[in-house]
Antibody, heavy 128, light 106 residues
Framework: QVQLQESGPGLVKPSQTVSLTCTVS??????????WSWVRQHPGRGLEWIGH???????QYNPSLESRVVISVDTSKNQFALKLNSVTAADTAVYYC????????????????????WGKGTTVTVSS | SYDLTQPPSMSVSPGQTASMTCSGD??????VCWYQQKPGQSPLMVMY???KRPSGIPERFSGTKSGNTATLTISGTQSMDEADYYC?????????FGGGTKLTVL
């Protein structure tokens, strides 16, 4: 059974960098058409995709966050990480890591991707 | 990218059918997923590739898509189905989420 677990500091000061790690168990980061993503949720709000990474290191970021985000992968530890710099109170949120499973549907002639496994989330509060 | 639009809320009586929509300009050429999120919990995928139900998701959950509108239907809604529901699609390699529909069962 694949499980994801986020970890990181709960409290970060404004203008600093928040670093989060997602540890994957029950599956290899480098296994198949799988990507590893970060999603956040501001208090009382909806889900916001931050970005994702392939085990090779290829990344894709939300354009609204791209200038402040770096997602990296450490296959030796079966972990991937998120760094978000220059944080403000607007970055206070629950941060989730999730697995994206992908493939090709030959009937619909379309690629598909879905987030099938999620971590429990970790709360990041930005405050001085 | 484009927006995914969901009604903010809806209510249904136990045992009735709840149908919630998700619309977006490019949905006609994209697969849609649906996620259920209960208070204090992480999202749970309840539908993928428009109409496919993951293992462990009750049969009362079904999905359809027509043109640029996807619909998640819960037949015989139970109190345990009360939750926020988010649709999700892709625009190139960018993941998009709808704003979510809060389903109240009363």
């Amino acid at each position: 059974q694949v499980q994801l677990q986020e970890s990181g500091p709960g409290l970060v000061k404004p203008s600093q960098t928040v670093s989060l790690t997602c540890t994957v168990s029950g599956a290899s980061l480098s296994g198949g058409a799988v990507y590893w993503s970060w999603v956040r949720q501001h208090p009382g709000r909806g889900l916001e995709w931050i970005g994702h990474i392939f085990y090779s290191g290829n990344t894709q970021y939300n354009p609204s966050l791209e200038s402040r985000v770096v997602i990296s992968v450490d296959t030796s530890k079966n972990q991937f990480a998120l760094k978000l710099n220059s944080v403000t109170a607007a970055d206070t949120a629950v941060y989730y890591c999730a697995r994206i499973f992908g493939g090709y549907d030959y009937d619909q002639l379309l690629y598909y991707y879905y987030m099938d496994v999620w971590g429990k989330g970790t709360t990041v509060t930005v405050s001085s | 990218s484009y927006d995914l639009t969901q009604p903010p809320s809806m209510s249904v009586s136990p045992g009735q059918t709840a149908s919630m929509t998700c619309s977006g300009d490019k949905l006609g050429s994209q697969f849609v997923c649906w996620y259920q999120q209960k208070p204090g919990q992480s999202p749970l995928m309840v539908m993928y590739q428009n109409t496919k139900r993951p293992s462990g998701i009750p049969e009362r959950f079904s999905g359809t898509k027509s043109g640029n509108t996807a619909t998640l239907t819960i037949s015989g809604t139970q109190s345990m189905d009360e939750a926020d529901y988010y649709c999700q699609a892709w625009d190139s390699s960018i993941a998009l989420f709808g704003g979510g529909t809060k389903l109240t069962v009363l």
